[in-house]
């Protein structure tokens, strides 16, 4: 067997430039950790953008670049400011990612933005291209690359090739509204094994191809030219280990090192032990439903009115996307939502909602697991949404309650969570009301069988997973199809 090749749009390193050096740091996110059984330094090769345009890197410095990526098993696809606008913020994040997640009003259908995307996704194919052989192994991640398969396909029809969606895929009636939807799907059909957060997904995706393609579909596999294409739900997990042992460190841990809002949360603990904290979490992004949280909030408040200066919400929001128009937007709602009801709910004594917008060095993230009560989380759309299950992983003796969107691809794998429908803000209300009074031995109960679940269907397993899957499907015979 030759080596892998993962392809993805963002390397799994920073790069950073100092005076004229360079230093490539590995990223710590849940891909790159989860990669890591396939991506062992050895015979691997992780293709993807460094994040740095061509008009920010100095000629100079291009070699010293390449050197430093190789370092770390990865090779650069170079870009310039003009594709990463139109393929990145225009194509993959104003038309794939509001559509695949049902925010029909926000997705553009540009011609532009399609043609940026087509001429990005060959140089990603071609990158791959003048690195593969015959025997080796290809794994595309994501949305932004849905065309890379099939052309790696054209150049090398016999290749092994896999392709993971990290998003929702959208129901038929969404996915049809795409003006380029059959080539979408073509692109994707280059792989030999397609995967999914979800059975749902893997369901919708392959309805639109029966139904816009024609195509055969028997069970999950689908038959085009001499191939067969399987098509199977993975969902991902996390590094299950990491977190549980982190947060048992940080139990014995100090003073030292705790982050100004984790001191400010344990003095409010200390002086009132029946104090509640809620924690969400997420990017600042309007699929995570931040706002709408937020306006339940004031509702919970309103319904609950004894639970004024007990409760405390907690708003994590890492910057996403800034340059595009509807995070903008969104950004602005969001200040203005909590500076509106942080005014008037608020005591001398008594702030509802802690809002921060940053992002969060992992230590610190474990500390602010550790001690809230509640974790909220209300996606009104999510791929599958790990935060939930880094939550659960902290929760060392089990305590803490979950409120989880029924919208996330998690609450599949975490039924025994509160389950809500973000939309429903008197089901949410009550289930903030229940999270509160939840005896603690419930919670143990709720949270025993998931922690289980996680331990074992971790990161680590659903890469191997699918690579498994991957080697499995090249090696079937299809001879009996003829070419
Ligand atoms: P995301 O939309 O980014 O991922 P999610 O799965 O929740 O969403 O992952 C977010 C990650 O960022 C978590 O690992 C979390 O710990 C980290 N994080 C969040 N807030 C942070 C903060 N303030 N500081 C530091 N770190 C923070 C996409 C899809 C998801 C899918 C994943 C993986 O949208 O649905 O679960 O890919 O496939």
Do not use: C
């Not at 024609?214 to 993975?234: A, P, Q, W, Y």
Request: proline share 4%.
């Amino acid at each position: 067997m030759g080596k892998t090749i993962i392809i993805s749009n963002r390397l799994p390193v920073q790069l950073q430039i100092d005076q004229g050096e360079i230093t490539a740091i590995p990223s710590v996110g849940g891909l790159a950790t989860g990669m890591k059984s396939v991506h062992s330094g050895g015979d691997s090769l992780w293709i993807g953008w460094s994040g740095l345009t061509d008009e920010e890197i100095p000629d100079e410095l291009v070699s010293k670049i390449d050197k430093a990526l190789a370092e770390h098993g990865s090779s650069q696809v170079n870009l310039t400011e003009d594709e990463i606008d139109g393929y990145y913020y225009g194509f993959s994040n104003r038309t794939v990612w509001p559509l695949f997640h049902y925010f029909m009003e926000y997705t553009e259908f540009e011609q532009e933005f399609w043609d940026a995307y087509k001429a990005v996704n060959r140089k990603f194919a071609d990158a791959i291209l003048a690195e593969a052989e015959d025997d080796d192994t290809i794994w595309v991640h994501d949305y932004q690359l849905m065309l890379v398969p099939q052309m790696v396909r054209e150049e090398k029809p016999d290749i092994s090739i896999g392709f993971f969606l990290h998003i929702p895929f959208p129901s038929y009636e969404i996915f049809r509204t795409i003006p380029w939807r059959e080539e979408l799907l073509e692109g994707l059909l280059g792989s030999d094994l397609i995967g999914f957060h979800t059975y749902d997904y893997e369901r919708h995706f392959l309805s639109s191809v029966r139904r816009l393609l024609g195509l055969e579909v028997s069970f999950n596999d689908i038959s085009l030219d001499h191939r067969i294409i399987k098509v199977d739900s993975f969902p991902m997990g996390i590094d299950y280990k990491k977190f549980s042992e982190a947060a048992k460190k940080n139990e014995e841990s100090s003073e030292k090192g705790k982050s100004e809002l984790q001191k400010r949360l344990d003095t409010h603990k200390k002086a009132d032990p029946e104090a509640k904290f809620f924690l969400s979490i997420d990017r600042l992004d309007y699929s995570k439903g931040i706002a709408k949280r937020i306006y339940a909030f004031e509702y919970f408040l309103n319904k609950y009115p004894e639970y004024k200066e007990k409760v405390r919400l907690i708003v994590l929001a890492v910057p996403s996307r800034s340059n595009v128009p509807q995070y903008q937007l969104l950004k602005r709602e969001v200040d203005e939502l909590v500076g509106r009801i942080n005014g008037e709910f608020s005591t001398v004594s008594w702030t509802p909602i802690w809002y921060f917008y940053r992002s969060m060095p992992f230590e610190n993230l474990i500390d602010l697991y550790t001690s809230s009560d509640i974790a909220w989380l209300t996606p009104l759309r999510d791929g599958m949404n790990l935060v939930a299950k880094e939550y659960i992983a902290t929760r060392t003796d089990q305590t803490g309650v979950l409120i989880l969107s029924e919208m996330a691809g998690s609450a599949n794998e975490m039924n025994e969570s509160l389950l809500i429908n973000p939309n429903n803000f008197e089901q949410i209300a009550d289930a903030l009301h229940t999270a509160i009074n939840m005896p603690v031995e419930e919670q143990q109960e709720r949270n025993a069988p998931m922690q289980k679940r996680l331990e074992r269907y971790n990161v680590e397993k659903w890469a191997n997973d699918f690579m498994n899957s991957l080697v499995d499907q090249k090696r079937k015979d299809y001879s009996h199809i003829a070419r």
